[in-house]
Nanobody
Framework: QVQLVESGGGLVQPGGSLRVSCAAS????????MYWVRQAPGKGREFVVA????????WYGDPMKGRITIARDSAKNTVYLQMRNLKPEDTAVYYC?????????????????WGRGTQVTVSS
């Protein structure tokens, strides 16, 4: 059974940094892509970043490009999203997701497996 458990969200001031984590289990990581998707209040889901578990190929979405880094720790089966210079418009629920399809094939609403999300609030 696929399990994705996010942690590390919270309240941060504008310009601050935050790292969220996703602990994964129950599937074969090597043939999957891992995604971070966010959903702001009143808006649809949007891709933030993606990483291919086997090989580490990455893709960064425009909204946060240059302010984020994605990484995976194979020993811990965990994916990390490091966010910097956060803005109020980054306030959203951040979801970890997984799919065998790569970013150029998968749709944001058709990803196979999802975590429950972690709230990130950027406010002074």
């Amino acid at each position: 059974q696929v399990q994705l458990v996010e942690s590390g969200g919270g309240l941060v001031q504008p310009g601050g940094s935050l790292r969220v984590s996703c602990a994964a289990s129950g599937f074969t990581f090597s043939n999957h892509w891992m995604y971070w998707v966010r959903q702001a209040p009143g808006k649809g889901r949007e891709f933030v970043v993606a990483i291919r578990w086997n090989g580490g190929e990455t893709w960064y979405g425009d909204p946060m490009k240059g302010r984020i880094t994605i990484a995976r720790d194979s020993a811990k089966n965990t994916v990390y999203l490091q966010m910097r210079n956060l803005k109020p418009e980054d306030t959203a629920v951040y979801y970890c997701a997984a799919d065998r399809r790569d970013i150029w094939q998968v749709g944001v609403d058709t990803i196979a497996a999802w975590g429950r999300g972690t709230q990130v609030t950027v406010s002074s």
